[in-house]
């Protein structure tokens, strides 16, 4: 199994700027896109940002020029820069990896716990 752990969540004003960190650990033997996915309240999951294994990024329109995805692929860690935070990003925001991992064929969706951002007006 892979397990992701997410952090760099918390309470900003807006306008303010906050840092997600997530890293990916077990028996992996290849990563190929991982990603950042919101939840708001009584809202379906939606895509913020991904980004491949060589580096390619895609972003929702809402967060393009103020979001920033940026991975290392040695640390199967995915980091996001947020800037310019809005109250309307308030949200839970779970990391996600399309994982391989040892014993098992195929890559897989794997997810974190997911980790509170809060900006407040």
């Known amino acids: 199994q892979v397990q992701l752990v997410e952090s760099g969540g918390g309470l900003v004003q807006a306008g303010g700027s906050l840092r997600l960190s997530c890293t990916a650990s077990?028996?992996?033997?290849?990563?190929?896109?991982m990603g950042w996915y919101l939840q708001a309240p009584a809202k379906q999951r939606e895509m913020v940002a991904t980004i491949t294994r060589g580096g390619s990024m895609h972003y929702a329109d809402s967060v393009k020029v103020r979001f920033i995805i940026s991975r290392v692929n040695a640390k199967n860690t995915v980091y996001r820069q947020m800037n310019s935070l809005k109250p309307e990003d308030t949200a839970v925001y779970y990391c996600n990896c399309n994982a391989g991992i040892y014993g098992i064929t195929g890559h897989r969706n794997y997810w974190g716990q997911g980790t509170q951002v809060t900006v407040s007006s």
């Open positions: 077990g028996s992996i033997f290849s990563i190929d896109d």
